[in-house]
């Protein structure tokens, strides 16, 4: 069975952060481990407050996880310190894993911080190079970029400035923000363009983490990056159509949507 690892931090109320992740691999065939690097006391309306795990037990979760069980990829979210990002870097940079997925968490559904201010500079020099792909949406890349991103154009040239920061490739995703749910990859040479259609509904609480850990888990059983990213979105667009109309807030998705149909 293929393996993936997700580093990111939790979400007690299940929609979002390591719990989504665990969600995603599952249902996509893929066995999923964690490293929990921050504990966030979130649910669907608003985030109460974060606590960072410590560098020695974020890095003996990683040991624990690498020496005995190695994954085939790894998706890396929330990472909210300067400190995080160091220990996380420098363990991906001891176990180099094929494959490894990051979206570069900065706030939450309705706005709240994940990422400290200050530690922007760190994610640009420490976390964009190891990136197999990075997966910002338009605010994320901007922050990376320095750049306003208002069309298509300016996504593929984000995606090309992401590249030339040190990643391998770059998904910048348009989401709600331009036009139709269009996403940009840039591979290092070409430009993909992923268009779904727009699902009117606010039930979207985790869908960067289910997305990028899809990504993962495609990469993870064997395809190539470009047809990875194609079945990550299929599988994110099908899980918002199908989305949980639970909570006070911003809803899950459904990770369990194929599965629980089957069921009926």
């Not at 929990?36 to 985030?47: F, G, K, L, M, P």
């Not at 923000?177 to 363009?193: K, M, R, T």
């Not at 983490?209 to 395809?223: D, Q, V």
Request: with cysteine; net charge negative.
């Amino acid at each position: 069975m293929r393996k993936a690892l997700t580093i990111a931090g939790s979400d007690p109320s299940g929609g979002a952060g390591v719990q989504a992740d665990l969600k995603t691999m599952s249902a996509l065939g893929v066995y999923g481990m964690s490293v929990i690097v921050s504990v966030v006391a979130e649910n669907t309306a608003r985030v109460i407050s974060v606590e960072d795990i410590s560098p020695r037990v974020i890095s003996d979760q990683i040991d624990a996880v690498f020496e005995d069980i190695f994954p085939d990829a790894v998706k890396v979210g929330m990472l909210s310190s300067e400190e995080v990002m160091r220990t996380v870097a420098a363990k991906l940079a001891e176990y180099r894993p094929q494959h490894i997925v990051i979206d570069p968490v900065m706030y939450a559904k309705n706005g709240a911080p994940l990422m400290q201010e200050d530690a922007i500079d760190a994610l640009i020099s420490l976390i964009v190079p190891v990136a197999t792909v990075l997966t910002p949406n338009i605010p994320e890349a901007e922050k990376i970029t320095g750049m306003k991103i208002s069309t298509i154009d300016d996504m593929k040239k984000a995606g090309e400035k992401i590249v030339s920061m040190g990643a391998k490739a770059a998904l910048v995703k348009g989401g709600h923000y331009i036009g139709d749910a269009s996403d940009v990859l840039f591979d290092g040479s070409d430009f993909h363009i992923y268009t779904t259609k727009r699902i009117n509904t606010k039930n979207t609480h985790g869908t960067g983490c289910t997305l990028s850990s899809a990504i993962a888990s495609n990469l993870a059983l064997g395809y190539p990056l470009p047809e990875s990213i194609k079945r990550a979105k299929d599988y994110v667009t099908g899980a918002i159509e199908h989305a949980l109309d639970i909570g006070k807030g911003n809803g899950p998705t459904n990770h369990f949507y194929a599965l629980w149909r089957n069921l009926e």
